[in-house]
């Protein structure tokens, strides 16, 4: 579809004495709008004549919905495609009034008090939207634009209206919208499905573990609950985030809270802190680094203060050059050091923890911290695209 100003290029390319008429000597120029709000120059006449036979062109050229229109609201021409589009005869529309077309739908108070203003320089019509409303028909909406062009000549006022319709636009843009809040919708009742069912679990086997005779199989059970437990964690602070990337100071803070106020009994002994800086990350890269947030503060606790050993132990976050580092440390009696580092004990715990390092194409580090030990996942600044944490 040829808009506004293609029209006029097209009128310089196909009607070359007229083209030569709009930038001869002796003409003044006038500030148009184009269909779509594009402010342009164009050459206006002295003679209203040469001008109608100016505008008779841009008109009859152009595949936008236009109408020239003289100072009393008459119509003077109409482009084919606002027939086409209002379902209004052709042969009808010349000299007819504007409020006439059509079966008077076009006869709006406001609309004509704003052309009658505009005719008179004292007002301009700038994206105003209106409803045409027609029987039996379905009511549109629409967006006028229309200017006074500028002629030495003021008897013969022209007013150059541009209509565009935009009810499918509209209508595709508020479907999407509703789109998008059925689509929260159905998620937040996913997730409120998902933690109802991971409590069940937990449940059952809390239940199993004070039935069961062996000691063995009660601190199997004991342990799978708390990996549950962990996994509704997880679940239960991202449930909470909006939609989009997640900031991870708060994340592991709540994440942490939560972690602290089931698994730590005297809060005076142990405390757990987070020293994260202000990165974002997308939401499938903040439930790996909650889930080993958690699997990593759940060893600690378990074997990094025996007895009544006070301590602390710190999640931090930092990302720096496109690469990312988050480390657990505690300050506990440490991991027993071998020939090579520290000796660490292969298990669930570590399998998972590796598990997800390499999804999110990570290396894990374990050093003793002296005292205490010291687990940071890093991700180097050549894998940070894949990753999908971004910095702060």
């Known amino acids: 579809m040829l808009s506004f100003r293609q029209a006029i ?30 402010h342009m120059n164009v050459a206006a006449p002295l003679h209203a004549e040469a001008a109608d036979g100016l505008a008779l062109a841009l ?39 504007l409020a006439a077309l059509g079966i008077g739908e076009w006869g709006v108070p406001q609309l004509g008090s704003l052309l009658k203003a505009t005719a008179a320089g004292d007002a301009e019509i700038d994206e105003y939207e209106m409803d045409l409303k027609r029987a039996g028909r379905e009511t549109r909406r629409l967006v006028l634009n229309a200017k006074k062009l500028i002629y030495h000549d003021k008897v013969n006022v022209r007013l150059l209206l541009a209509i565009a319709d935009v009810t499918d636009a509209r209508a595709a843009g508020k479907l999407k919208d509703d789109l ?10 996913l997730q409120h499905r998902v933690a109802n069912s991971l409590q069940i679990i937990a449940s059952v086997l809390m239940m199993s573990a004070r039935k069961v005779q062996s000691d063995e199989s009660r601190a199997h059970l004991y342990d799978a609950h708390k990996r549950v437990m962990s996994v509704a964690s997880v679940q239960q602070q991202l449930a909470v985030s909006q939609l989009g990337d997640v900031h991870l100071r708060a994340y592991f803070t709540k994440l942490c809270d939560s972690l602290g106020a089931s698994m730590i009994r005297d809060h005076e002994l142990i405390r757990l802190s987070v ?4 990165s974002m990350s997308s939401p499938d890269v903040s439930v790996s680094l909650g889930l080993i947030v958690t699997e990593l503060v759940i ?46 004990k292969a ?12 999804q999110l194409q990570a290396t894990v580090r374990i050093v003793s911290a002296e005292p205490g030990t010291s687990v940071s996942i890093v991700h180097v600044k050549s894998e940070a695209a894949s990753a999908g944490a971004a910095s702060a």
């Open 299 to 344: 060893n600690a606790l378990k074997h990094a203060f025996p007895g009544q050993r006070k301590g602390t132990i710190t999640v931090d976050y930092r990302a720096a050059d496109g690469g990312w580092t988050l480390s657990i440390v505690d300050d506990g009696v440490g991991i027993p050091l071998g020939p090579t580092g520290p000796e660490v």
């Open 9 to 38: 290029i097209s009128i310089a390319i196909d009607q070359p004495d007229l083209a030569h008429v709009c930038t001869g000597d002796g003409f003044r120029c006038a500030s148009l709008r184009d269909p779509i709000g594009t």
């Open 180 to 189: 998008l809040r059925d689509k929260a919708v159905l998620l937040q009742e």
């Open 347 to 358: 298990g669930l715990g570590t399998s998972i923890v590796a598990a997800l390092a390499d």
């Open 59 to 97: 008109i009859a050229s152009s595949n936008a919905p236009l109408l020239l229109l003289d100072g009393e609201l008459n119509v003077i021409s109409a482009s084919g495609s606002f027939c086409r589009t209002f379902e209004i005869a052709p042969a009808s529309v010349p000299g007819a009034r």
């Open 275 to 278: 020293t994260a800086d202000d």
